[in-house]
């Protein structure tokens, strides 16, 4: 609800340039800092009262898929800066095939032919509609695609696919709940973000100084 809300925000102020009612988000960080602090006091309340299956996933391998989680996040809020909008939807249809190979990378997953196919339709299909009106597509968003934009988005593309296919890796070896996934990786992610925003603040003062 509340995290969707900010992320629309971001998404209208950051895309369009155009305030979201009294909000204007500059700071993807802090952005993604707030997301997971709201995800972290939800998925707390609901192990608190649900019971749980025993937990025996060690705890530092959350933070792998926490750092990617983060890291996609961040991307994918900076790239709206330098990326037009038709390039992110195709960006982001191309994440089926990434998705599979990162699969075979992490979990060394087969996959059958027909997925390898139908990812590549829906990144062809999407790229179709987008281009063949070029124009249209391009209403009301005025940022134009750059280089660095373009690594941006790559880097949302394969953090997001390593995120999936990691906490996928955890289910199937440690068999915790959906839930306790999503607690373990929160608390890393409140932790990360919250640290790398005190240090971006004391730089900021030492830099005012």
């Not at 988005?153 to 953090?159: A, K, S, V």
Request: glycine share 6%.
């Amino acid at each position: 609800g509340v995290s969707l809300l900010m992320e629309e925000a971001v998404v209208s102020t950051q895309s369009t340039g155009t305030k979201y009612g009294d909000l204007q988000f500059k700071d993807s960080q802090f952005l993604v800092f707030m997301n997971r602090i709201l995800a972290l006091a939800m998925v707390s309340g609901y192990v608190t009262v649900f019971t749980q299956p025993a937990h025996k996933t060690p705890l530092y391998k959350y933070s792998f898929s926490s750092f990617s989680n983060i890291m996609s996040s961040w991307c994918q809020y900076e790239a709206l800066k330098y990326v037009s909008f038709p390039t992110q939807v195709i960006c982001k249809a191309s994440k089926t095939m990434a998705v599979i190979i990162m699969g075979k990378v992490v979990s060394a997953k087969k996959f059958p032919a027909y997925e390898y196919v139908c990812a590549a339709l829906i990144f062809v299909g999407v790229s179709v509609f987008l281009l063949w009106n070029p124009q249209e597509a391009e209403k009301n968003y005025t940022a134009e695609t750059t280089f660095s934009g373009l690594i941006i988005l790559l880097g949302y593309i394969i953090f997001d696919s390593f995120t999936s296919n990691w906490q996928g890796e955890l289910y199937t070896t440690y068999k915790m709940s959906s839930y306790q996934c999503m607690l373990g990786t929160n608390i890393f992610s409140s932790l990360f973000t919250g640290v790398s925003l005190l240090m971006e603040e004391a730089v900021v003062s030492t830099q005012s100084t």
